[in-house]
C-alpha cells in the first residue's frame, strides 16, 4: 500500500472515531460526519482530545505524538489511542506495535497525571479485517456500537460509498456510525498527505519487519 493511501485511510478512522468522541464527551461539533472537521485540541471542563499533537513530559521521549489523546477529567483516567493500516499478513504485528509504542509515555503521563493510563491500538486492513482482540478495544472506547444498515463498499478498488441517507447522518443517530469503521468504511473526504505521518508508517514497517525476522 502506497503511503498516500495509508494516510488517507488512516485519517479516515481518526476523523471518524473523533467525531463520535465528541459526541461522548458533549464538544460542540458539526452535525454531519462529512462536514465534520479535527480540531487538533479541544478542552473543556470535563475532558480534552488532543488529535496527533507532541505530549510534552519532564522526560525526552521519542514516541510522543498518538494519533488521539484523551483526557477525562471526571474519570481521572487518560486513554492513547493509536491507529493502524496494514496488510493482513502483518496484521497482528502491527497491532502489537501500537499497543507498545506508548509504554514510556504512559508511564510517564501517569505520573505527571497522577491517573491511570491506557493504550488502545486500532488496527486494520485496507478492507477493514480485524484481528479477533478488536472488539474488545473498541468497548473500552464507550462508544456505541450499533448496526449499520445501509452501506455499499467497494472492495475491489478499495473505495468507500455510503447512500445518501447516510450522508446525512446528524449527530444525534451517530450511534450508528462506528460500524463503518469497524467495517473499513468511513464517509470522509480525502485528506492532504501528512509527510510526518508517512515518516511515521515507514518506521513501523522497519520495526514491523525486525519483529518478523525475530519470530
Request: with cysteine.
Amino acid at each position: 500500500m502506497l503511503g498516500h493511501d495509508y494516510s488517507r485511510r488512516h485519517n479516515e478512522v481518526v476523523r471518524c472515531i473523533h467525531f463520535l468522541l465528541l459526541n461522548k464527551y458533549k464538544f460542540k461539533s458539526s452535525k454531519r460526519i462529512r462536514s465534520h472537521s479535527v480540531q487538533e485540541i479541544l478542552d473543556k471542563e470535563y475532558a480534552e482530545i488532543r488529535v496527533d499533537t507532541r505530549i510534552k513530559t519532564d522526560v525526552k521521549i521519542r514516541c510522543n505524538r498518538p494519533d488521539i489523546f484523551i483526557l477525562d477529567k471526571r474519570q481521572n483516567r487518560i486513554t492513547l489511542i493509536e491507529v493502524g493500516i496494514t496488510s493482513q499478513d502483518s496484521l497482528q504485528i502491527v497491532e502489537t506495535v501500537k499497543l507498545r509504542k506508548y509504554d514510556l509515555l504512559a508511564n510517564e503521563l501517569g505520573l505527571i497525571y497522577k491517573c491511570s493510563v491506557e493504550i488502545i491500538p486500532y488496527v486494520m486492513t485496507w478492507d477493514g479485517i480485524v484481528t479477533k482482540y478488536h472488539k474488545t478495544y473498541v468497548k473500552r472506547l464507550q462508544i456505541p456500537m450499533n448496526t449499520v444498515e445501509t452501506i455499499s463498499f467497494d472492495r475491489r478498488r478499495g473505495l468507500e460509498s455510503v447512500d445518501n441517507e447516510e450522508d446525512d447522518v446528524k449527530m444525534e443517530n451517530n450511534k450508528n456510525i462506528l460500524p463503518l469503521i469497524l467495517e473499513g468504511i468511513t464517509t470522509a473526504k480525502e485528506p492532504t498527505t501528512n509527510t510526518n505521518e508517512e515518516l511515521e508508517w515507514e518506521e513501523e514497517i522497519e520495526v514491523v519487519e525486525m519483529v518478523e525476522r525475530i519470530i
